[in-house]
Protein backbone atom coordinates (compact mmCIF):
# COMPACT_ATOMS: atom_id res chain seq x y z
CA UNK A 1 0.00 0.00 0.00
CA UNK A 2 1.32 3.45 -0.97
CA UNK A 3 1.57 6.52 1.29
CA UNK A 4 0.41 9.41 0.29
CA UNK A 5 3.00 12.34 1.33
CA UNK A 6 1.17 14.90 1.50
CA UNK A 7 -1.83 13.52 3.55
CA UNK A 8 -0.73 14.09 7.55
CA UNK A 9 -2.49 13.40 10.60
CA UNK A 10 -5.36 15.64 11.95
CA UNK A 11 -4.15 17.26 15.07
CA UNK A 12 -5.62 19.97 16.96
CA UNK A 13 -3.59 22.97 18.11
CA UNK A 14 -6.09 25.61 18.48
CA UNK A 15 -6.34 26.07 22.31
CA UNK A 16 -9.35 25.83 23.42
CA UNK A 17 -11.79 27.25 26.33
CA UNK A 18 -12.63 25.51 28.78
CA UNK A 19 -11.37 22.34 26.74
CA UNK A 20 -14.62 22.72 25.20
CA UNK A 21 -14.24 24.94 22.29
CA UNK A 22 -11.48 25.90 19.81
CA UNK A 23 -11.62 29.23 19.04
CA UNK A 24 -7.54 29.68 19.36
CA UNK A 25 -7.68 33.14 21.39
CA UNK A 26 -4.55 34.72 22.38
CA UNK A 27 -4.83 37.41 24.30
CA UNK A 28 -1.53 38.53 25.50
CA UNK A 29 -1.08 39.00 21.65
CA UNK A 30 -4.07 40.66 21.62
CA UNK A 31 -2.95 43.32 24.96
CA UNK A 32 0.43 44.29 23.17
CA UNK A 33 -2.04 44.96 19.64
CA UNK A 34 -4.00 47.19 21.91
CA UNK A 35 -1.12 48.92 23.32
CA UNK A 36 0.82 49.27 19.64
CA UNK A 37 -3.00 50.48 18.76
CA UNK A 38 -2.69 52.93 21.41
CA UNK A 39 0.58 53.93 20.14
CA UNK A 40 -0.44 54.52 16.64
CA UNK A 41 -3.22 56.34 17.12
CA UNK A 42 -1.16 58.96 19.18
CA UNK A 43 1.33 59.38 16.36
CA UNK A 44 -1.76 59.97 13.62
CA UNK A 45 -2.71 62.62 16.28
CA UNK A 46 0.62 63.94 16.35
CA UNK A 47 0.90 64.05 12.31
CA UNK A 48 -2.52 65.76 12.23
CA UNK A 49 -1.19 68.42 14.59
CA UNK A 50 1.96 68.59 13.08
CA UNK A 51 0.03 69.29 9.53
CA UNK A 52 -2.23 71.50 10.95
CA UNK A 53 0.11 73.75 12.00
CA UNK A 54 2.74 73.63 8.93
CA UNK A 55 5.14 71.23 9.99
CA UNK A 56 4.67 69.61 6.10
CA UNK A 57 4.27 72.56 3.97
CA UNK A 58 1.14 74.76 3.34
CA UNK A 59 0.58 76.11 7.02
CA UNK A 60 1.37 78.72 9.68
CA UNK A 61 4.96 76.99 10.55
CA UNK A 62 6.10 77.01 6.87
CA UNK A 63 5.57 80.22 6.00
CA UNK A 64 9.03 82.60 5.74
CA UNK A 65 9.95 86.08 4.93
CA UNK A 66 13.19 87.33 4.24
CA UNK A 67 14.13 90.59 3.27
CA UNK A 68 17.46 92.52 2.84
CA UNK A 69 18.54 95.01 5.77
CA UNK A 70 16.76 98.30 4.32
CA UNK A 71 13.74 96.16 3.02
CA UNK A 72 14.14 96.90 -0.26
CA UNK A 73 13.36 93.29 -1.10
CA UNK A 74 11.18 91.13 0.81
CA UNK A 75 10.54 87.62 -0.20
CA UNK A 76 7.74 85.72 0.93
CA UNK A 77 8.02 81.95 0.42
CA UNK A 78 7.65 78.54 1.53
CA UNK A 79 10.80 77.09 3.86
CA UNK A 80 8.82 73.51 3.94
CA UNK A 81 7.64 72.93 0.40
CA UNK A 82 5.21 69.67 -0.77
CA UNK A 83 6.49 67.90 -4.30
CA UNK A 84 4.41 68.77 -7.20
CA UNK A 85 2.02 70.74 -5.30
CA UNK A 86 2.09 74.46 -6.42
CA UNK A 87 2.65 77.19 -4.10
CA UNK A 88 3.50 80.90 -4.35
CA UNK A 89 6.96 82.70 -3.76
CA UNK A 90 6.33 86.88 -3.48
CA UNK A 91 8.95 89.22 -3.68
CA UNK A 92 7.88 92.76 -2.85
CA UNK A 93 10.02 95.68 -3.28
CA UNK A 94 10.70 98.74 -1.17
CA UNK A 95 10.86 102.70 -2.67
CA UNK A 96 14.87 101.23 -2.80
CA UNK A 97 14.40 98.39 -4.96
CA UNK A 98 13.12 101.16 -8.06
CA UNK A 99 14.82 102.84 -10.16
CA UNK A 100 13.87 104.63 -13.62
CA UNK A 101 10.79 103.29 -12.98
CA UNK A 102 12.06 99.53 -12.56
CA UNK A 103 12.91 96.91 -10.67
CA UNK A 104 15.97 94.21 -11.36
CA UNK A 105 16.17 91.49 -9.91
CA UNK A 106 18.70 88.52 -10.53
CA UNK A 107 16.78 84.88 -9.46
CA UNK A 108 19.49 81.83 -8.90
CA UNK A 109 18.93 78.44 -11.13
CA UNK A 110 17.50 76.70 -8.31
CA UNK A 111 14.05 78.69 -8.50
CA UNK A 112 13.60 77.53 -11.74
CA UNK A 113 15.34 74.44 -11.97
CA UNK A 114 14.53 72.62 -8.27
CA UNK A 115 11.63 74.55 -7.17
CA UNK A 116 9.87 74.66 -10.25
CA UNK A 117 9.00 77.74 -11.38
CA UNK A 118 5.86 77.71 -13.76
CA UNK A 119 5.41 81.26 -14.35
CA UNK A 120 5.91 84.80 -13.20
CA UNK A 121 3.36 88.02 -12.63
CA UNK A 122 3.37 90.53 -13.83
CA UNK A 123 5.46 89.47 -17.13
CA UNK A 124 9.08 90.70 -16.61
CA UNK A 125 9.64 93.07 -19.68
CA UNK A 126 13.31 91.44 -20.04
CA UNK A 127 14.30 87.75 -18.84
CA UNK A 128 18.00 87.31 -19.27
CA UNK A 129 19.88 84.17 -18.34
CA UNK A 130 23.37 84.41 -16.82
CA UNK A 131 25.26 84.20 -13.80
CA UNK A 132 23.66 81.10 -12.50
CA UNK A 133 20.51 82.08 -12.65
CA UNK A 134 18.29 84.39 -14.80
CA UNK A 135 17.84 88.07 -14.25
CA UNK A 136 14.31 89.93 -14.82
CA UNK A 137 13.07 93.51 -15.58
CA UNK A 138 9.63 94.18 -14.08
CA UNK A 139 8.48 98.08 -14.94
CA UNK A 140 7.10 99.18 -11.72
CA UNK A 141 4.92 102.76 -11.13
CA UNK A 142 6.36 102.81 -7.60
CA UNK A 143 6.24 101.40 -4.34
CA UNK A 144 4.93 98.74 -3.05
CA UNK A 145 4.97 96.72 -5.58
CA UNK A 146 5.38 92.69 -5.52
CA UNK A 147 6.56 90.49 -8.51
CA UNK A 148 5.14 86.17 -8.04
CA UNK A 149 6.64 83.79 -9.06
CA UNK A 150 4.16 80.54 -9.32
CA UNK A 151 6.61 77.41 -7.79
CA UNK A 152 6.17 73.60 -8.10
CA UNK A 153 8.84 71.29 -7.17
CA UNK A 154 8.99 68.22 -9.21
CA UNK A 155 11.11 66.41 -6.74
CA UNK A 156 12.10 66.35 -2.82
CA UNK A 157 15.18 67.10 -1.48
CA UNK A 158 16.82 70.38 0.25
CA UNK A 159 17.46 73.21 -2.03
CA UNK A 160 19.54 76.75 -1.47
CA UNK A 161 18.07 79.67 -3.60
CA UNK A 162 19.57 83.16 -3.66
CA UNK A 163 17.32 86.38 -4.94
CA UNK A 164 19.58 89.46 -5.28
CA UNK A 165 18.56 93.04 -6.15
CA UNK A 166 20.93 94.63 -8.64
CA UNK A 167 23.53 96.13 -7.19
CA UNK A 168 22.79 94.67 -3.70
CA UNK A 169 23.53 91.90 -1.37
CA UNK A 170 21.25 88.51 -2.18
CA UNK A 171 18.81 86.48 0.52
CA UNK A 172 19.95 82.99 0.18
CA UNK A 173 17.61 81.00 1.38
CA UNK A 174 17.01 76.95 2.24
CA UNK A 175 13.69 75.14 1.04
CA UNK A 176 13.16 71.50 2.32
CA UNK A 177 10.76 69.63 0.00
CA UNK A 178 9.12 67.09 1.11
CA UNK A 179 7.48 63.62 -0.75
CA UNK B 1 -2.57 48.29 5.30
CA UNK B 2 -1.65 49.42 8.64
CA UNK B 3 -4.22 51.95 8.39
CA UNK B 4 -7.07 49.68 8.06
CA UNK B 5 -5.42 47.58 10.25
CA UNK B 6 -5.91 49.73 12.82
CA UNK B 7 -8.91 52.21 12.24
CA UNK B 8 -11.17 49.47 11.11
CA UNK B 9 -12.78 47.42 14.20
CA UNK B 10 -14.81 45.71 12.13
CA UNK B 11 -14.60 44.21 9.00
CA UNK B 12 -16.57 41.77 6.54
CA UNK B 13 -19.89 41.00 7.87
CA UNK B 14 -20.20 43.94 10.08
CA UNK B 15 -19.44 46.98 8.28
CA UNK B 16 -21.10 49.81 9.08
CA UNK B 17 -22.29 52.22 6.38
CA UNK B 18 -19.55 54.54 7.53
CA UNK B 19 -16.78 51.96 7.53
CA UNK B 20 -18.12 51.42 4.15
CA UNK B 21 -17.22 55.15 2.53
CA UNK B 22 -14.01 54.59 4.67
CA UNK B 23 -13.06 51.84 3.11
CA UNK B 24 -13.17 53.12 -0.45
CA UNK B 25 -12.20 56.96 0.30
CA UNK B 26 -9.18 55.24 1.99
CA UNK B 27 -8.51 53.79 -1.85
CA UNK B 28 -9.40 56.92 -3.47
CA UNK B 29 -6.74 58.51 -1.34
CA UNK B 30 -3.88 56.10 -1.62
CA UNK B 31 -4.53 55.88 -5.43
CA UNK B 32 -4.28 59.43 -5.90
CA UNK B 33 -0.92 59.51 -4.17
CA UNK B 34 0.69 57.03 -6.32
CA UNK B 35 -1.13 57.62 -9.21
CA UNK B 36 -0.09 61.53 -8.98
CA UNK B 37 -0.28 63.42 -12.19
CA UNK B 38 0.76 60.23 -14.28
CA UNK B 39 -1.92 58.49 -15.70
CA UNK B 40 0.31 56.41 -18.14
CA UNK B 41 -0.51 52.49 -18.80
CA UNK B 42 3.23 51.96 -17.45
CA UNK B 43 2.22 53.46 -14.62
CA UNK B 44 -0.49 51.82 -14.16
CA UNK B 45 0.72 47.95 -15.17
CA UNK B 46 3.53 48.70 -12.63
CA UNK B 47 1.77 49.70 -9.94
CA UNK B 48 -0.62 46.63 -10.53
CA UNK B 49 2.30 44.29 -10.50
CA UNK B 50 3.42 45.75 -7.55
CA UNK B 51 0.14 45.74 -5.20
CA UNK B 52 -0.01 41.85 -6.80
CA UNK B 53 3.71 41.05 -5.66
CA UNK B 54 2.89 43.17 -2.48
CA UNK B 55 -0.06 40.55 -2.02
CA UNK B 56 2.05 37.45 -2.86
CA UNK B 57 4.43 38.13 -0.32
CA UNK B 58 2.60 39.13 2.24
CA UNK B 59 0.76 35.53 1.93
CA UNK B 60 3.60 33.90 2.12
CA UNK B 61 4.83 35.45 4.99
CA UNK B 62 1.36 34.64 6.31
CA UNK B 63 1.25 31.04 5.60
CA UNK B 64 5.48 30.61 7.39
CA UNK B 65 4.97 32.49 10.40
CA UNK B 66 1.62 32.61 12.99
CA UNK B 67 3.03 35.89 14.30
CA UNK B 68 2.66 37.27 11.13
CA UNK B 69 -0.65 35.89 10.63
CA UNK B 70 -1.80 37.22 13.61
CA UNK B 71 -0.34 40.91 12.75
CA UNK B 72 -2.21 40.94 9.88
CA UNK B 73 -5.29 39.23 10.50
CA UNK B 74 -5.28 39.23 14.24
CA UNK B 75 -7.07 36.71 16.79
CA UNK B 76 -10.27 35.82 17.49
CA UNK B 77 -11.72 37.41 20.83
CA UNK B 78 -14.24 35.85 23.26
CA UNK B 79 -17.00 38.17 23.87
CA UNK B 80 -18.94 36.27 26.01
CA UNK B 81 -18.03 32.69 27.99
CA UNK B 82 -19.97 30.62 30.52
CA UNK B 83 -18.47 33.27 32.99
CA UNK B 84 -20.11 36.52 31.33
CA UNK B 85 -19.19 39.15 29.37
CA UNK B 86 -15.90 39.67 28.58
CA UNK B 87 -16.34 43.92 28.91
CA UNK B 88 -12.57 45.11 28.40
CA UNK B 89 -12.59 43.21 24.88
CA UNK B 90 -16.27 44.44 24.11
CA UNK B 91 -15.35 47.54 25.00
CA UNK B 92 -11.97 48.20 23.32
CA UNK B 93 -13.30 46.31 20.07
CA UNK B 94 -16.38 48.81 20.53
CA UNK B 95 -19.01 45.43 19.74
CA UNK B 96 -22.01 45.89 21.67
CA UNK B 97 -23.95 43.38 23.68
CA UNK B 98 -27.14 43.85 20.97
CA UNK B 99 -24.58 43.08 18.26
CA UNK B 100 -24.32 40.02 20.18
CA UNK B 101 -27.48 39.06 20.70
CA UNK B 102 -28.44 39.92 16.57
CA UNK B 103 -26.46 37.44 15.67
CA UNK B 104 -27.78 35.15 18.18
CA UNK B 105 -31.22 35.58 17.03
CA UNK B 106 -30.44 34.63 13.42
CA UNK B 107 -29.09 31.40 15.11
CA UNK B 108 -32.80 30.98 16.50
CA UNK B 109 -31.70 31.78 20.14
CA UNK B 110 -34.45 33.58 22.10
CA UNK B 111 -31.87 35.27 24.68
CA UNK B 112 -28.60 35.94 26.42
CA UNK B 113 -28.96 32.98 28.23
CA UNK B 114 -29.05 30.50 25.32
CA UNK B 115 -25.40 31.23 24.53
CA UNK B 116 -22.90 29.08 25.22
CA UNK B 117 -19.55 31.50 24.07
CA UNK B 118 -19.93 34.42 21.47
CA UNK B 119 -16.25 34.73 19.55
CA UNK B 120 -15.43 37.82 17.13
CA UNK B 121 -14.02 36.74 14.32
CA UNK B 122 -10.65 37.75 12.75
CA UNK B 123 -12.71 38.91 10.04
CA UNK B 124 -14.78 40.52 11.82
CA UNK B 125 -17.71 38.45 11.76
CA UNK B 126 -19.53 37.35 15.48
CA UNK B 127 -19.60 33.24 15.77
CA UNK B 128 -21.87 32.47 18.56
CA UNK B 129 -22.83 28.91 19.82
CA UNK B 130 -25.73 28.06 21.64
CA UNK B 131 -26.33 26.14 24.85
CA UNK B 132 -26.43 22.65 24.15
CA UNK B 133 -29.75 22.75 25.89
CA UNK B 134 -30.87 25.57 23.39
CA UNK B 135 -30.33 23.76 19.82
CA UNK B 136 -30.99 26.92 16.84
CA UNK B 137 -34.76 26.37 15.66
CA UNK B 138 -35.13 25.22 12.17
CA UNK B 139 -34.76 27.55 9.72
Known sequence: MTRESFLNPVEDSVPKVDDEIAVGEDLDFQRRWWRFEKLVWTVFLIVIVCDLAGLFGRGWLAKAEASTPDRALIVDYERIERANTPSTMTLRFG?????????????SDAVVRDLGAQRIAPQPSTSTPGRGGISYVVPVTAAPAAVQIQLQPAAPGRYTFKIQLADAAPITRRVLVLP | ??????????????????EFVLIFYLGG???????G???SMVNGVCQILTLALCHRTLSMLRFRSDRVMKVLDGVPLI????????????????VQDDDVMNVAREQGIRDLSGIRIAVLETFGQIAVIPKPQHPPRDA
Open chain 2, 79 to 94: LMEARGWRTDTLRRMM
Open chain 2, 37 to 39: IEA
Open chain 2, 29 to 35: LTLTGMV
Open chain 2, 1 to 18: MLVERIVEQRLGKQLTPF
Open chain 1, 95 to 107: PAAIRNGHVQFHV
